[in-house]
């Protein structure tokens, strides 16, 4: 793996080639399976417009329960005390995202003409993973995060097998697929998103 920072008012990193070889092929083909099964914006809490009127993306998705190949491949992203590690090193806010203890897991698929426009997440840190399937066949599907300090922004084209993570706080959104010749369904863009959040252990009742 191979993280690159963000800076200049937006704490992010990207992480390239998470998925090992095989690992990435199992994950990619759990996805695709998926598909069938995958619902609307409103069935996935999909963000809506300030007056609570329209969804503001157009994708499908579906959550997935901790026990799936999915989740098994990808824990490293979530449980790795070595990349918390590094993270903590280059900025300690980071040690937030450490602290962390509970985690949902939402399963994306854009095509033709699907985005998400700007939003931010209800959890404490967000994860995405890039999927598709060589040679790509389609283009869009950027990630732009938006930083309140001094307009600042920053984008970041899709690449497959590209793991971004950043505080769900931040605003972000993603630009329209547009699928290329000889497009099938299962070619286009996968995201696996971890919401990442803390739940107060339980404690004892007093006797």
């Not at 449980?79 to 903590?88: D, F, G, N």
């Amino acid at each position: 793996m191979e993280l690159t920072y963000i800076q200049h008012g937006i704490d992010a990193v990207v992480i390239d080639d998470f998925y090992p070889k095989q690992s990435f092929k199992i994950v990619l083909d759990e996805c695709k399976k998926l598909i069938p099964a995958m619902l609307t914006p409103k069935d996935t809490g999909g963000a809506m417009d300030e007056n609570n009127e329209h969804y503001i993306k157009e994708n499908r998705g579906i959550f997935i329960e901790n026990t799936t190949k999915i989740f098994y491949h990808s824990a490293d992203i979530t449980t790795s005390e070595r990349l918390k590690k590094t993270l903590i090193e280059f900025n300690p806010m980071w040690k937030m995202y450490a602290a962390m203890n509970a985690s949902n897991t939402l399963v994306s698929y854009y095509k033709e003409t699907d985005y998400y426009a700007k939003h931010t997440d209800m959890s404490v840190f967000t994860i995405l993973t890039w999927l598709n399937t060589e040679p790509k066949k389609f283009t869009g599907g950027d990630l732009t995060l938006y930083s309140t300090y001094k307009d600042v922004v920053s984008n970041i084209e899709y690449k497959n097998n590209r793991t971004i993570i950043f505080p769900s706080c931040t605003a972000h959104s993603v630009s329209p697929v547009k699928q290329l010749e000889g497009f099938s369904d299962g070619d286009g863009r996968f995201c696996i998103s971890h919401f990442i959040s803390f739940v107060e252990p339980k404690r004892p009742e007093k006797i």
